[in-house]
């Protein structure tokens, strides 16, 4: 395989393209064909500052060359009429086609293989092995590599259709690392449950400091990938005393599935433990679709109706904002309807729990590098139970069990 194919339905994370020296190492296809990379992302010292004012500081910057081109004198030219007369101040009518239409002549292309001023660009393999870990072996001879501890490796995709973004590497996500790494006492010892984890970057992050931790999304390629992850960041995570465990949970479903069929079904155990010691939710750049968002806060209301403790929720998001043919203006429809649910469910008046919903500022430090953009928000929601009143059922205890 020597080229990427691109299609009209492809979506692109911009992760990757502010760090044009970082090594990008394609390591296989997954079961559905698609080329899978290994990125390391090196977590900041707290000696180490990043000035979030210029995120592009440090970054390796694209070369440019000062020579003139050739064609630029050519394009300087005066335009000719027709028959060779020349169109100065005294001749200027334009061409027109049929429709009435200005009619340029434009300079050829050149063809590819023909001398030009750029590369021919094209994605290629660097790398192929059973053991991702084999790079770093030179490096971890020891154990004691503190270089190789702050590394985190992320297998990943770079390009796929809307329905696997879960598979790329999202803004939403560092926001979401930086602002655990920066607080780690809101955390340490908590059990935690993450919506949506795609590659389980913040799951992993968050398993340095807290319990236990449930990285949930759906789909069994996704989940083999995002447990793969998890095994080749055991470097952190075990030194740390911290345990990730990937499992299913579809918020579209009503039920957590413990269908003994199922590789990452929920265990009996598994099911009161989330119910009975969850405290933290958090979910990453996971708001682009009105019909999952919708999902997600039915889910969040859900499984809040049904723990036994309060519970606090961490929602990193990116607005984004699209140009759109029924507004013909810029919009941000996906963030808009967030932001709609959001406050519907501090609103939200059922007897079972109350909710107070604030934006938390961006200040906090950056252990990352990337482009920490005014666009990234991040979201705080505390969940309190409240005393059931007489008239007030408890939540069904069925959502605990999955009928499959």
């Not at 560092?174 to 908590?190: E, N, Q, T, Y």
């Not at 590659?199 to 989940?223: F, R, W």
């Not at 991040?378 to 009143?389: A, D, G, I, N, Q």
């Amino acid at each position: 395989m020597a080229r990427i194919t691109f299609h009209y339905d492809t979506v692109l994370s911009d992760v990757h393209m502010l760090l044009p020296s970082a090594r990008h190492l394609m390591t296989r296809l997954n079961s559905v064909g698609q080329p899978v990379f290994l990125s390391k992302f090196r977590i900041l010292s707290d000696g180490e500052s990043h000035d979030n004012s210029d995120p592009k500081k440090g970054l390796k910057e694209a070369e440019q060359t000062d020579e003139p081109r050739e064609d630029t004198e050519k394009e300087t030219q005066e335009p000719q009429g027709k028959e060779g007369e020349e169109v100065g101040a005294g001749n200027v009518e334009p061409f027109l086609d049929v429709d009435g239409d200005l009619d340029i002549t434009r300079r050829p292309r050149k063809k590819p293989d023909e001398e030009s001023g750029r590369d021919l660009v094209c994605p290629i393999i660097l790398k192929q092995s059973n053991s991702a870990l084999e790079e770093e072996d030179e490096h971890t001879d020891d154990g004691e590599d503190k270089t190789f501890k702050d590394i985190i490796m992320i297998e990943h995709t770079m390009a796929t259709t809307l329905e696997d973004v879960g598979k790329q590497v999202w803004l939403g996500a560092f926001l979401l690392a930086d602002f655990i790494l920066s607080k780690p006492h809101m955390f340490r010892g908590a059990t935690v449950l993450e919506l949506g984890a795609g590659t389980g970057l913040a799951s992993i992050v968050m398993a340095t400091v807290a319990k236990t931790v449930y990285c949930t999304d759906v789909g069994e390629d996704l989940l083999s990938m995002c447990k793969r992850n998890v095994t080749l960041n055991q470097h952190m995570i075990e030194p740390a005393g911290g345990e990730v465990r990937v499992r299913q949970l579809d918020w579209l479903q009503y039920d957590l599935c413990t269908d003994a069929d199922m590789e990452f079904r929920w265990t009996e155990e598994e099911v009161a433990d989330l119910y009975d010691n969850t405290n933290i939710i958090i979910a990453a750049d996971v708001c682009y679709d009105d019909d999952l968002t919708d999902g997600l806060y039915q889910t969040l209301y859900r499984l809040c109706s049904n723990f036994r403790n309060s519970c606090t929720i961490f929602i990193s998001l990116e607005k984004r904002m699209n140009f759109t043919l029924r507004h013909m203006d810029v919009s941000c429809d996906a963030y808009n309807h967030f932001s709609h649910c959001l406050f519907q469910l501090q609103d939200l008046e059922d007897g079972r729990c109350s909710y107070r919903v604030e934006q938390l500022p961006s200040d906090f430090p950056q252990f990352l590098l990337y482009e920490r953009i005014e666009q990234l928000e991040l979201w705080k929601v505390t969940v309190t139970p409240l005393p059931l009143s007489a008239n007030t059922e408890p939540a069904p205890e069925d959502t605990k069990q999955c009928s499959s």
